[in-house]
């Protein structure tokens, strides 16, 4: 079964158990998810003329749903920072149960360890040297790990071992 499958499963029980937390956020991933295949529909109807092949084309693949799952946790994550600042302890729980709801259908995350290691496979591969070859190993890290780490463990990783190169 798809992820996409999976959260339509999960929204319909909820809707059946009457569980409003878990119906707001699959709808609003559901709702994500639609957003990011209009905008790749609207930029593949520019070279494509066929419609059922515009159409076919539009859907997301499996790693770009999970990518828009990822992206919502990431809001969620924010969110949270941002409410303990403000002292908002409601709101903080309220993104805490909605990020919990998130987090069973993200893919499993790598931990830092594993990070470094690959991080350290794509210096030697790119021939980095310093700070100023952040941006070569970024780019081939997020290819081969997008979804599997989050964006800043690795940026965090990238510029430690980078600053003893």
């Given at each position: 079964?798809?992820?996409?499958?999976?959260?339509?499963?999960?929204?319909?029980?909820?809707?059946?158990?009457?569980?409003?937390?878990?119906?707001?956020?699959?709808?609003?991933?559901?709702?994500?998810?639609?957003?990011?295949?209009?905008?790749?529909r609207?930029?593949?109807?520019?070279?494509?003329?066929?419609?059922?092949?515009?159409?076919?084309?539009?859907?997301?693949?499996?790693?770009?749903?999970?990518?828009?799952?990822?992206?919502?946790?990431?809001?969620?994550?924010?969110?949270?920072?941002?409410?303990?600042?403000?002292?908002?302890?409601?709101?903080v729980?309220?993104?805490?149960?909605?990020?919990?709801?998130?987090?069973?259908?993200?893919?499993?995350q790598?931990?830092?360890?594993?990070v470094?290691?690959?991080?350290?496979?794509?210096?030697?591969?790119?021939?980095?040297?310093?700070?100023?070859?952040?941006?070569?190993?970024?780019g081939?890290?997020?290819?081969?790990?997008?979804?599997?780490?989050?964006?800043?463990?690795?940026?965090?990783?990238?510029?430690?071992?980078?600053?003893?190169?």
């Amino acid at each position: 079964m798809s992820l996409r499958e999976q959260i339509n499963n999960d929204l319909k029980k909820a809707q059946q158990e009457k569980n409003e937390l878990m119906l707001l956020v699959l709808r609003g991933i559901n709702a994500a998810i639609k957003n990011k295949e209009i905008e790749k529909r609207t930029k593949l109807s520019k070279e494509e003329k066929n419609i059922e092949k515009l159409e076919k084309e539009s859907k997301l693949i499996k790693e770009e749903v999970a990518g828009v799952v990822m992206s919502e946790a990431k809001k969620r994550k924010d969110a949270i920072e941002e409410f303990k600042k403000g002292e908002r302890q409601d709101l903080v729980e309220k993104e805490e149960k909605e990020l919990e709801i998130l987090k069973k259908y993200l893919p499993e995350q790598m931990d830092e360890e594993q990070v470094k290691e690959e991080v350290k496979k794509v210096i030697e591969e790119v021939g980095a040297v310093g700070l100023q070859d952040t941006g070569k190993v970024m780019g081939a890290l997020m290819l081969k790990l997008k979804g599997k780490a989050e964006g800043g463990v690795v940026s965090k990783v990238v510029n430690e071992l980078l600053r003893d190169e």
